[in-house]
Nanobody, 122 residues
Framework: DVQLQASGGGLVQAGGSLRLACTASGFTSADYTIGWFRQAPGKEREFVAAINWSGSTTFYEDDAKGRFTISRDSAKKLVVLQMTNLKPEDTGVYYC???????????????WGQGTQVTVSS
């Protein structure tokens, strides 16, 4: 089974930065996408950014463009979401998940890490 674990969340002020990391293991195929999703209380899980395991294709939610960067280190089995210029609306639990293809739709993801809390104060 694919195993994922998110880390790196914390409490920051608006305009600050955080680096989230997702460790990934157990893939049986290289044709996977690793995505980051944010879930706020009472809301559904929302797409933030994704990258295919080869690193050749990336996707970003509109508000993340220019602020967040997703990258991967295949040797370390690691996907990183570098977040800058954080806004209070970025607050939520960030989950990394995997999908057997290239997807940004949450329903396509079939493995998840536990998530890491990101809180951005005004």
């Amino acid at each position: 089974d694919v195993q994922l674990q998110a880390s790196g969340g914390g409490l920051v002020q608006a305009g600050g930065s955080l680096r989230l990391a997702c460790t990934a293991s157990g893939f049986t195929s290289a044709d996977y996408t690793i995505g980051w999703f944010r879930q706020a209380p009472g809301k559904e899980r929302e797409f933030v950014a994704a990258i295919n395991w080869s690193g050749s294709t990336t996707f970003y939610e509109d508000d993340a463009k220019g602020r967040f960067t997703i990258s991967r280190d295949s040797a370390k089995k690691l996907v990183v979401l570098q977040m800058t210029n954080l806004k209070p609306e970025d607050t939520g639990v960030y989950y990394c998940g995997s999908a057997p293809g290239i997807f940004t739709v949450v329903s396509r993801y079939d493995a998840w890490g536990q998530g890491t809390q990101v809180t951005v104060s005004s």
